[in-house]
Every structure is written in structure tokens, then in C-alpha cells.
């Protein structure tokens, strides 16, 4: 799991536009790898701010949250470089056809080396820290479940760490009475 700190870290050391994105997008929605190097435009709705994984993990479909900073990076992104390249997929290499899950890989391991982080990183740390800062925030495990495409809540919950330091911040029930 990654703080926000990391998290932000991880995003300026990573080199170009295309990646940057990249990156922004696992964490800020919490798709796999796989789900991402497959993620087509028509998947996803701008002005509404969210978007569909079609035949995730186990075949199932679900919908994802997009953030509106993200959302509006891409739009400028995607007139400049990937419109260009008139591709289907959100993101793609310089011929329009979708990136490798190696491709992600390399450049994520790229910019863990360049941000001089000793923990271990990957696109699939990056799917846990979304979780773990959805639950940090308050959101309802159920909803964070439905976002990462779980049939079962206790794979939701493997994936949530719990802050100690926000639990301490819980008022025991005896103290209010």
C-alpha cells in the first residue's frame, strides 16, 4: 500500500504524459493491469465522469469512477497524441495498437527507481492503495467492493489495510454515554 505522499511522488517521477496517465488511471480506479492495457474510449463516459470494464477478471462487467482531474488531463492528452493515432484504446503505443502489461510494468518499476521508493510497486499495489484510501476515507467497504469487481466481500477485504492511527481516532461507545 502506498500513502498519498508516494502516490504523488510515484506520478512525477515517471516519464511522459502518456504514462503519467497511465499511472493516475490504475490508482484512481482501481482496475488491473490487464483491465486498463484493454480499456477502450467508447468504454468510458466523460461527462458523467465514469466508465465500464467489459469482461474483467472472471468475465464480469462493472462500472469505475473516473476522476474529473484525470478526466480533464486525458481530453487534452487525447486531442494532442491519441486522436492522432486514431485508436480505439484509451491508451496505445506510437502505432494506435493497445500496450503490453510489460510495457505498464516496466515504466512503473522505472519510476520506483527514479523516485529512490525501497518498497515493492506495482500496477496491482496501486489497485490496493486505491481501496485502502476509498476505506481511509470513509467509503462503504460494499461500494468498494462493486468498484474492484468482487463477488465476495472477504477478497475486498484482503485488499483494505487498515490505518492504525485512524483507529484510534474511533470513540469507544462507553465514552459517549
Not at 477502450?40 to 482531474?69: A, P, Q, Y
Not at 484525470?70 to 484504446?89: A, D, G, H, L
Amino acid at each position: 500500500m502506498l500513502t498519498s505522499s508516494e502516490i504523488s511522488n510515484l506520478i512525477a517521477a515517471t516519464k511522459g504524459i502518456r504514462n503519467k496517465l497511465i499511472l493516475e488511471f490504475l490508482f484512481s480506479t482501481g482496475v488491473r493491469v490487464s483491465e486498463c492495457t484493454n480499456m477502450k474510449i467508447s468504454d468510458l463516459d466523460f461527462e458523467e465522469c465514469t466508465g465500464k470494464v467489459i469482461g474483467g477478471k472472471g468475465n464480469k462487467d462493472r462500472v469505475i469512477i473516473l476522476s474529473k482531474k484525470w478526466v480533464s488531463e486525458y481530453k487534452t492528452y487525447f486531442e494532442r497524441q491519441n486522436k492522432k493515432m486514431n485508436s480505439e484504446f484509451v491508451f496505445c503505443n506510437s502505432l494506435g495498437k493497445k500496450l503490453s502489461v510489460d510495457t505498464i510494468q516496466k515504466f512503473i518499476k522505472n519510476a520506483k527507481q527514479i523516485a529512490k521508493m525501497d518498497k515493492k510497486i506495482s500496477p496491482h499495489t496501486l489497485r490496493h492503495s486505491f481501496a485502502t484510501n476509498l476505506l481511509e476515507n470513509d467509503v462503504n467497504i460494499r461500494y468498494i467492493q462493486q468498484l474492484l469487481g468482487h463477488a465476495n466481500l472477504n477478497t475486498t477485504q484482503i485488499y483494505t489495510k487498515v490505518n492504525t492511527n485512524k483507529l484510534k481516532t474511533i470513540k469507544n461507545p462507553l465514552d459517549q454515554l
